[in-house]
């Protein structure tokens, strides 16, 4: 039985899922990284989706392991996706594994690997267009019940205030160690990559 705790519906209409990864494809792409993949991560890869596709408002796509039939690019697999960084003068691939990308902007997810928390996962990091890096979850399962909920949400006609409240409370539930950025403020918490380890632990509530 899975310990990893979904908090919304895999079978949503607007929801596509994968075939799962076998546990060798994650043996085999840590051996080719040289890093280990986040807890929770791989337990999502290989006992529900290698990959997802959730097409609701700014929508969200997580990358494969490997190029297949969903997805035949590797530079939109997580054993190509260093490349997506690398081309990034001012980012630069040391230290980031993008997984995935949302809306038509490009906004790119990635692991932070260069800091890894006690419970083997690593912080995620949303990277902007313009170089801007933002900390923003401390697990990959935190960060996936928490942005499939808050896209369904949005995905609503509701107040500003309505939006503001929900991301606190999305963050309490789902992330409670990380001190999130308010909403629609993105842009006045970029980080450089100098800086960047040092403020997501300032941004986090644990030693």
């Known amino acids: 039985m899975s310990s990893l705790k979904l908090d919304f519906n895999l079978k949503h209409p607007e929801i596509e899922i994968q075939p799962s990864a076998e546990s060798g ?21 290989t006992k529900y989706s290698n990959g997802l596709f959730v097409d609701i408002g700014n929508a969200l796509t997580l990358f494969p392991l490997f190029p297949n039939k ?7 697999t997580l054993s190509g996706s260093k490349k997506l960084f690398a081309e990034i003068e001012e980012v630069g691939s040391e230290g980031f594994l993008p997984f995935g990308m949302n809306g038509v902007d490009f906004e790119t997810w990635a692991f932070y690997t260069s800091v ?11 990277l902007l267009p313009g170089a ?3 900390p923003r979850f401390t697990s990959f399962l935190g960060f996936l019940n928490f942005t499939v909920n808050w896209l369904i949400l949005t995905d609503l006609d509701k107040k500003e205030d309505f939006y503001s409240k929900k991301w606190k409370e999305l963050y309490k539930k789902y992330d409670p160690r990380m001190k999130p950025i308010p909403v629609d403020e993105d842009y006045e918490n970029c980080a450089s990559v100098s800086i960047l380890a ?8 644990i030693k």
């Open 25 to 45: 494809d994650i043996l085999g792409l840590e051996a080719q990284l040289g890093i280990e993949l986040p807890p929770s991560y791989k337990e999502f890869v």
């Open 70 to 76: 969903f997805e035949e690019n590797q530079d939109f």
């Open 116 to 126: 890894r928390f006690n419970d083997g996962e690593y912080p995620i990091i949303l």
């Open 132 to 134: 801007c890096l933002l």
């Open 198 to 205: 040092r403020k997501m632990r300032e941004l986090v509530n």
